[in-house]
């Protein structure tokens, strides 16, 4: 199911854009392909098997609790212990999709249809190559993400909104967004870091001084948790394991992961070096791509760090689109942008070749 997915998405690309000026296709090309690849990807995400990603049998099971319980039940501990502390956003919603379909395939779809759909109308906004939104959006394991830890990429994908909003000057309403991510998973106010940077963007020094204090703070990232580590306790669990999780994590996380890391992080540098060719908007682009490298790299050595870094990964394809609009030369555009796509295609099939990822529908084992 998986290389349908890359399949549809050169094929449908060559169609769409490849279409006579005249024709309706054409002139509605990026709707067509961007609504029918997402419907795809929305499909194989929503009707997949609860065996299909790590944690998709438990979020199951949660569904069946809480479409067992009563809304005072619901709203008489806010944090929902009883469900492992799932966010009140994602059990209300679950509640109301069990009043309306009480199954979990339902809700699960309903999820993927969420998800998969406000990403292309973040990404629609601020990527010009399409080709390069489905593929890097595969290959950067966005969409893989959401196989296993949905309720967090409901919220990355509700910030990721609230940037757009705020962009456009729509400051309640991406205030509002904020609020309905953290409904979903509380570790999303970390993205209110996105709005420090928008708000000082085009003041220069003040901006600089911010990316040079982050430098620093990234290359003494020790000193900084341990700093976090004695001032909030409580977050122990997620910062506590340094041995031998972190040799096992390196293990695992090092390989191709590591090129595409380099890569991303060399874009960021080369964008924030060419001051002139570069808006001030696609800077922030750059820096919050080095964020997510970062976080991921900090996430080799202390648990969870990484799932920090799933916040800021959406503007990775911001960045890499942003490096493609500014070469001049149409066929080195192209080749930049074959090379891009078809590199992560093949990264999006190798980590789809994955154990946990083995796809089968729902019902079929």
Request: proline letters at 1%; charged letters at 15%.
């Amino acid at each position: 199911m998986y290389i349908t997915l890359v399949i549809v998405a050169f094929v449908l690309y060559a169609l769409a854009y490849a279409a006579n000026r005249d024709t309706l296709m054409y002139q509605n090309r990026d709707s067509v392909y961007l609504i029918t690849w997402f419907l795809l990807a929305t499909v194989i995400m929503g009707l997949r098997s609860v065996n299909v990603g790590t944690d998709t049998l438990s979020y199951s099971n949660h569904f069946n609790d809480i479409s067992s319980a009563r809304w005072s039940t619901i709203f008489s501990n806010l944090h929902f212990l009883r469900y492992n502390s799932l966010e009140i956003g994602y059990v209300c919603l679950a509640k109301i999709c069990s009043m309306v379909v009480n199954d979990y395939i339902f809700f699960q779809f309903v999820l993927a249809a969420i998800y998969c759909f406000a990403m292309m109308s973040f990404l629609r906004e601020n990527v010009k190559s399409k080709i390069i939104l489905t593929t890097v959006f595969l290959g950067s394991e966005l969409y893989l993400f959401a196989f296993n830890i949905s309720r967090q990429m409901i919220a990355v994908a509700l910030t990721a909104l609230s940037w757009n909003y705020l962009c456009k000057n729509k400051k309640q309403k991406a205030i509002l967004l904020m609020i309905l991510s953290a409904s979903f998973h509380m570790p999303s106010m970390v993205f209110l870091i996105a709005y420090i940077f928008y708000l000082i963007r085009k003041k220069r020094i003040l901006f600089n001084i911010t990316v040079f204090v982050g430098i620093i703070a990234a290359i003494n990232y020790k000193f900084v948790i341990n700093f976090v580590f004695t001032h909030l306790g409580k977050y122990a669990y997620y910062l506590g394991n340094i041995n031998y999780w972190a040799n096992a994590k390196i293990k695992q996380r090092m390989g191709l992961s590591v090129i595409v890391y380099s890569i991303v992080l060399m874009l960021a540098i080369y964008i924030l070096l060419k001051k002139c060719r570069f808006t001030v908007n696609e800077k922030a682009y750059a820096v919050f791509s080095a964020i997510y490298v970062i976080c991921n790299f900090m996430g080799l050595y202390f648990n969870y760090f990484e799932r920090v870094g799933i916040y800021f990964l959406p503007f990775v394809i911001l960045e890499i689109d942003a490096v493609a609009q500014k070469i001049k030369s149409k066929d080195v555009r192209k080749l930049y942008v074959s090379s891009v796509s078809i590199c992560y295609s093949l990264y999006f099939l190798v980590s789809a070749a994955s154990a946990q990822y083995v796809y089968h529908f729902w019902g079929k084992n």
